[in-house]
């Protein structure tokens, strides 16, 4: 090394030479490092530019996905209006059984009135003079009452010569008769009444049957 040195300083062209190979060298380390941080650099870059996305669902798969929930939506809706149709009904059933039938317990409770009218007057029908005044007042009382029963749709059942049917009529008892119509009524002890269609009480009658 001493050598080099003594021979470097002998000849200052050598000196300069040397540097100068040094320097390059230097600068061919720099320009290799900066490469390598490019080539990094560029390598990143490309992995970005072709980063793997994820893979989408067939455009028909998404279609019919699409279908399906619409389907689902409208046959939900479809019962959500049923079950509001069907609650609007029975509220209006309700409303109108109820305004129907809401006087059946007063109706029941007059009842007992029409009868007492019926045996005055049965009680009345007789020869005296002085009774028919009487009785032809509670005609009319009576017939007055079944009147205005009937605009509530509070009608008498009075079977008597019809044929016996069980859901309006009560039989309490058979007698023979040749006469009439085997399960015919014969007589009614007491008349009957619906309200609106149904019935709040049953006629009390008689039937008729085939003769032994």
């Not at 007042?137 to 044929?163: A, C, R």
């Amino acid at each position: 090394m001493a050598e080099n040195d003594a021979k470097t300083e002998q000849n200052p062209e050598l000196a300069t030479e040397a540097e100068q190979a040094e320097n390059a060298t230097s600068e061919a380390v720099d320009a290799s490092a900066e490469g390598g941080a490019e080539e990094h650099t560029d390598i990143l870059a490309v992995e970005d530019e072709f980063e793997v996305e994820a893979p989408q669902p067939p455009a028909e798969e998404t279609v019919e996905t699409l279908a399906e929930q619409l389907e689902q939506a409208r046959e939900q809706v479809l019962r959500a209006q049923a079950e509001a149709q069907n609650v609007r009904r029975r509220a209006e059933k309700d409303v109108e059984h109820a305004r129907k039938y809401a006087l059946e317990k007063f109706c029941s409770e007059l009842l007992p009135v029409v009868d007492n009218l019926e045996r005055a007057l049965d009680a009345s029908n007789s020869e005296n003079e002085a009774v028919k005044p009487l009785a032809e007042g509670v005609d009319l009382t009576l017939k007055s009452f079944l009147t205005t029963l009937e605009k509530f749709q509070l009608v008498q059942l009075d079977p008597t010569g019809e044929p016996f049917d069980p859901q309006l009529h009560q039989a309490m008892a058979m007698v023979p008769n040749p006469d009439m119509e085997p399960n015919t009524v014969m007589d009614t002890m007491q008349k009957g009444f619906t309200l609106n269609g149904r019935l709040v009480r049953p006629a009390m009658v008689v039937v008729a049957k085939a003769p032994d």
